[in-house]
């Protein structure tokens, strides 16, 4: 019975999904996969973006570096074990800043390709074992005051540069906004804006050659996300921008599949809503005969959490749905994956910066990412010259801010630190040395806040 027990045991512990965790300095703008290695795109604090190439137990190896904007920087990213495409744009004030494409293979070097003075539009990148297509053009004319749309043109290379290059080119009122490409086919998204609406439609392309419109919208975007193993396309559906809807009946966006060959669309039934989406966003990713997508989940209107996302995998006709990963105050955010299966995504550290986590894709308990929790341990704190000191728990490490609420709200200190019971020391003003009990309010990153009275002796 024993040795039957520890079967069953072994048996599962191998059918579990695995992750891998990787921590990495700043925000997180873009991930992919490239074999065995993740390439993030990554904003150090204060230093710009970087673009490096991450591989378990080896140095971080530098593939780009952009300086610092003043702007949110825009970015696209996507890669196989053979190529890699990187554009990125500047939000600039007046809806028009410099952009750029770079591509190559995924240990670099890396080459330009394609830039604009005046970005209208972040131009979109895509990759197919060793194809690469970019947006080339569509930029702002004249570049100081854009008032209208240069050239633009689909482009098919690869990561050599003497690959030979094929353009199609698109008429001056049409901008392509997404690409999902498979081998030398694949779908584009094209966007028709116009002083009083806006309209889209997605076509199909075989071997660089455009086919008729599978898919068109006015007034909303339809974009293109790939196609499963089956044949069929999925799409995306919604307005230029949405936001996070989970209280709402109705979601912003939806997702539909077309069978090849068909024009008549069957929505995939999802178990939440598109959590912040857009037509360019890295929320919904296809893999074989799986789609990956950030959902936001129902939640409590009593509630002070944030909305729950959780990071689902299902397939198309809603069955075999899995959760990989779920949070609240630290939800899961973009999605990477590869035609093995893996899923990765990252996620903010509560002791500050941001972790990237790779999926192996097996069948397995979903992930629940904790939020970052703080622990006043100290109830009483001697108060020595102007000082005192408290002691904090921090389960999994905690960042923020507290503030003093005795007499009137102040802003006392900063704390960041790891796991584990840490000093804490603040400086008090002279009326707040002289109350016997000093109410404070912890304000966590990524965690629910903490008020708490210290008796002052």
């Not at 069953?8 to 991930?31: F, H, M, N, Y």
């Not at 970005?119 to 004319?141: Q, T």
């Amino acid at each position: 019975m024993l040795s039957v027990a520890l079967a069953g045991i072994l048996t599962c512990t191998q059918a579990s999904a695995a992750q891998t965790t990787i921590p990495v300095r700043g925000d997180v703008k873009a991930i992919a996969l490239a074999g065995d290695a993740v390439i993030v795109a990554r904003e150090p604090t204060n230093r710009g973006l970087a673009l490096e190439r991450l591989v378990p137990g080896a140095p971080a190896q530098l593939l780009l570096r952009l300086p610092r904007s003043n702007d949110e920087l825009d970015v696209a990213l996507a890669a196989s074990p053979r190529a890699l495409a990187f554009s990125a744009q500047p939000e600039g004030d007046e809806g028009s800043s410099s952009s750029r494409v770079v591509v190559g293979p995924p240990a670099g070097p890396l080459r330009e390709v394609a830039s604009c003075t005046a970005g209208l539009l972040l131009p979109p990148v895509a990759v197919s074992d060793a194809r690469i297509a970019w947006r080339e053009g569509g930029c702002g004319e004249p570049a100081n005051a854009p008032r209208g749309v240069g050239p633009v043109a689909l482009v098919f290379g690869g990561p050599d540069p003497v690959t030979p290059l094929r353009r199609v080119t698109f008429a001056a009122d049409l901008l392509p906004g997404s690409i999902a490409l498979d081998g030398e086919n694949g779908f584009i998204g094209l966007l028709r804006p116009s002083f009083f609406s806006l309209s889209s439609e997605v076509r199909r392309f075989t071997a660089g050659a455009l086919a008729e419109a599978v898919a068109a919208e006015d007034g909303r975007v339809v974009a293109p996300l790939g196609t499963l193993s089956n044949g069929d396309g999925v799409f995306w559906l919604g307005a230029l921008e949405q936001d996070t809807q989970s209280s709402s009946a109705t979601c912003g966006s939806t997702l539909f599949a077309l069978a090849p060959g068909s024009a008549a669309r069957r929505a995939i039934a999802l178990p939440g809503c598109p959590a912040g989406d857009n037509f360019m966003s890295t929320t919904s990713r296809l893999s074989g005969d799986r789609i990956h997508s950030l959902l936001a989940q129902p939640r409590s209107k009593k509630s002070e959490a944030p909305t729950p996302i959780a990071l689902t995998s299902l397939r198309s006709d809603g069955s075999d749905t899995r959760v990989l990963a779920r949070g609240t105050f630290r939800p899961p955010r973009g999605i990477a994956v590869s035609p093995d299966g893996r899923v990765a995504w990252w996620q903010r550290r509560c002791a500050g910066g941001t972790e990237i986590v790779v999926d192996d894709g097996a069948p397995g308990a979903s992930s629940s990412i904790p939020s970052c929790s703080l622990r006043l341990r100290s109830h009483s704190a001697r108060v020595r010259g102007s000082q005192i000191t408290l002691r904090l728990r921090c389960p999994a490490g905690c960042s923020g801010q507290v503030f003093g609420e005795t007499p009137l709200p102040r802003f006392l200190r900063s704390f960041s630190f790891g796991h584990g019971t840490h000093s804490l020391r603040l400086r008090l003003t002279r009326s707040e040395r002289r109350v016997s009990r000093l109410r404070l309010s912890f304000e966590v990153l990524d965690g629910p806040s903490r008020s708490a009275r210290v008796r002052l002796r």
